[in-house]
C-alpha cells in the first residue's frame, strides 16, 4: 500500500476546449457560464468538495483563468478506496436550465505520493455518453505538509522604523505568538514557531504596533497572511518572500512605497526519534508489584516544542519489565531524550515517579540507532540520589537527506546520516573540508593534556592532582566537587582516572549527560560497580514479585 501523507493538494483549473451544453448541439455557446465542482470521497467524513470560479466564454472554449482550488488532506489514507484515490470531476454551467455538461475521474494516487507538478487532460462526458470531444485542461501539484522549526527573521522590518516605540508580533492559529520591540532586533534575530498538524492549514499573522498593543485593528502595519504549510514547502535554508501590506496606518507614509516587503525565513524539517523497544530491571523494592501500573514517559525539549508522551502497559519478559511502544518523537534541535519510570493512577491520570535518567541523542544522530543503557536514580527529600532502576533502551532515527542534527545549534557538532556509506560529520550544519580543523584529537593530543594532569606520572589522575591544577587555574573548588569530578569519569571505581577513562571522556560525543558511565561500560565491556548487599537483596525481591 502506497504510504500518503498529509498535505495541500492544489489544482489549477487551465482550460476546457469544445465545450457543448446539449448533446448534438453545435451552435454559439456564447452564453454558457461554465465552473468545475471537484469531490473527493472520504470514508471518515462527507465528501470533499470544492467549486472553482466562473471561466471566461470564448466560442466553444473556456479560459478559467488560472483559478486555483485546494483542498487540505489532514488524513489522505481516509481517501484510499482498493488502494487508489480517485478525483470526482463536474463541468456545470452556471446559466439557467443548463446544469451538468460532463464528467470525468481521475486517479490522483501518483500526485499524493509526489511534489511534482502533473498536467493532465481529462475527456469529459455528459451522461449517457461514450464519446466526447469536450476536453479539461489541469495542473496538480500536491504540497506536503512537514513539521518542523519556522524562523521568521524581522531584521529586514527596522529599516521601516517610524520611531522606537513600535514592535512586531506574529501568531499563528494554534495560540503560539511572538513579539519583540523593534530597536532590539539583530540580523540573526528571529521569532521561532513549531509547525505541526495544529497549523498546518493556517496563517502567519504578521504586525507591527504600538508597544504593548497587539490589537489587530490598532497595528501600525499588517502584512498579508502567509500560509504556513508554503514557508514549510520551500525548501531548506533561507528563503526571501515578497509580503504585500495589506494595510498601513502610518499618516504621512507613501502607500505605494509600503506596498510590499522582502521577508526571510527558514524552515527546519523536524526528524523522528523512533522508540522501539524498553527494558527495565532492578526496580526498588517499594515500586510497585504490578506491571499494569508501571509506565515510561519519555520528553525531549526543545526552542519552540516539547515532546511529552507515554508508554502503555508493560509486558514480563526474563523478570524484566518490557515495552514495545512503537513512539516516534519529532526532533529539530533538541539533542537530550529524559526517561521516567513511573506508577500510573489510571482512575487520577495521574503519575508517581520511580527513578529518573536521561540519555545524548548524539550517538543516535551520528549513527543511526543506538542501544544503551541508563542507570535510573530517584532524588529523595534530603538530596540523596537512589538506585531506582536499570533502563535499557532501543531506538532508530530517521532525519530528512543531506540534513545535520541537531540543527539549530551553533556551538555543537552535528550531524548528517549516510544510510548506504557510512556517516559525514557535519560541524555547525557545514560540511567539513580538508583545509578545515576537524576538532579531532589525536590520541597523542590526548596522552599530552593527560599528563599535564597526572603530575607524579604515576599514569593516574587523583584527586590531588586534580584539585591542584584547577586551584593554579583560578578555580576554588571544595574537596566534595573535585570527588564528583573524579566520580563522573572513574569506570572501575578506584578513586582516581586512568588515561583509558580520560581518553574516552575526550572522544565522548557529551560526556555530560548521565548515561555516559553506562556506554562507556557497554563499549569496553566493564562491568558496572557491583550494587551494594542491601540493594541486591532489594533487586532480587523485586524480580520475585514480577514473577
Request: charged residues 25%; contains cysteine.
Amino acid at each position: 500500500m502506497t504510504a500518503l501523507f498529509p498535505g495541500r493538494l492544489l489544482i489549477r483549473c487551465i482550460e476546457a476546449q469544445h465545450v457543448r451544453s446539449r448533446v448534438g448541439n453545435d451552435s454559439d455557446n456564447s452564453s454558457l457560464t461554465p465552473y468545475i465542482i471537484f469531490q473527493l470521497k472520504s470514508k471518515s467524513n462527507d465528501p470533499l468538495k470544492l467549486k472553482s470560479k466562473n471561466g471566461r466564454n470564448k466560442g466553444h472554449d473556456v479560459d478559467f483563468q488560472g483559478d486555483v482550488v485546494a483542498f487540505d488532506l489532514a488524513s489522505p489514507d481516509q481517501l484510499l478506496y482498493d488502494d487508489d484515490v480517485l478525483l470526482s470531476v463536474e463541468l456545470h454551467d452556471d446559466s439557467e436550465d443548463a446544469g451538468l455538461i460532463g464528467e470525468a475521474q481521475l486517479s490522483i494516487i501518483d500526485i499524493l505520493s509526489s511534489e511534482s507538478a502533473f498536467d493532465r487532460e481529462l475527456a469529459v462526458l455528459r451522461p449517457g455518453d461514450s464519446t466526447t470531444n469536450t476536453v479539461l485542461r489541469l495542473e496538480l501539484l500536491f504540497v506536503k505538509a512537514r513539521i518542523g522549526m519556522l524562523k521568521l527573521y524581522t531584521h529586514q522590518l527596522v529599516s521601516i522604523g517610524i520611531d522606537e516605540d513600535l514592535s512586531i508580533t506574529a501568531s499563528t492559529p494554534d495560540g503560539q505568538s511572538n513579539s519583540t520591540p523593534l530597536k532590539d532586533i539583530s540580523a540573526d534575530d528571529s521569532l521561532n514557531f513549531w509547525i505541526d498538524n495544529n497549523n498546518w492549514f493556517g496563517t502567519l499573522l504578521v504586525q507591527i504596533h504600538r508597544d504593548g498593543d497587539k490589537d489587530k485593528d490598532q497595528s501600525i502595519i499588517q502584512l498579508e497572511p502567509l500560509c504556513l504549510i508554503d514557508l514549510g514547502a520551500k525548501g531548506r535554508g533561507e528563503v526571501s518572500s515578497r509580503v504585500h501590506v495589506s494595510s498601513c496606518n502610518i499618516g504621512s507614509t507613501n502607500m505605494m512605497e509600503m506596498s510590499n516587503i522582502d521577508l526571510r525565513h527558514e524552515f527546519m524539517e523536524a526528524a523522528i526519534v523512533r522508540i522501539e523497544s524498553i527494558d527495565i530491571s532492578h526496580l526498588p523494592q517499594d515500586a510497585s508489584s504490578s506491571p499494569s501500573d508501571l509506565r515510561v514517559v519519555l520528553r525531549t525539549k526543545g526552542k519552540t516544542h516539547h515532546n511529552k508522551c507515554m508508554t502503555t502497559e508493560a509486558s514480563i519478559n526474563d523478570s524484566k519489565l518490557h515495552w514495545t511502544p512503537s513512539i516516534n518523537l519529532p526532533v529539530v534541535d533538541e539533542y537530550t531524550l529524559l526517561l521516567e519510570c513511573c506508577e500510573y493512577d489510571d482512575i487520577a491520570k495521574d503519575y508517581e515517579e520511580v527513578g529518573k535518567g536521561e540519555v545524548s541523542l548524539l550517538p543516535l544522530f551520528r549513527d543511526g540507532r543506538i542501544d544503551t543503557t541508563i542507570y535510573l536514580k530517584h532524588l529523595t527529600e534530603l538530596g540523596d540520589a537512589l538506585d531506582a532502576g536499570v533502563l535499557r533502551l532501543s531506538a532508530s532515527f530517521d532525519p530528512p537527506k543531506d540534513v545535520a542534527f541537531p540543527q539549530d545549534q551553533p556551538t555543537m557538532t552535528s550531524y548528517v546520516l549516510v544510510r548506504s556509506e557510512g556517516r559525514v560529520e557535519k560541524k555547525n550544519g557545514r560540511p567539513l573540508n580538508e583545509n578545515q580543523d576537524d576538532g579531532v584529537f589525536t590520541e597523542e593530543d590526548i596522552k599530552k593534556a593527560f599528563n599535564l594532569f597526572d603530575l607524579d606520572s604515576n599514569g593516574y589522575i587523583g584527586a590531588a592532582e586534580l584539585r591542584h591544577i584547577l586551584i593554579f587555574m583560578g578555580e576554588h573548588v571544595t574537596d566534595e566537587e573535585v570527588d564528583m569530578m573524579i566520580g563522573m569519569l572513574d569506570m572501575n571505581g578506584d578513586g582516581q582516572v586512568s588515561f583509558k577513562e580520560f581518553k574516552a571522556m575526550v572522544e565522548a560525543d557529551d560526556p555530560s549527560q548521565e548515561d555516559f558511565l553506562s556506554q562507556q561500560y557497554n563499549k569496553q565491556a566493564i562491568e558496572p560497580p557491583s550494587l551494594s548487599v542491601e540493594t541486591q537483596q532489594r533487586n532480587d525481591l523485586t524480580a520475585k514479585k514480577l514473577e
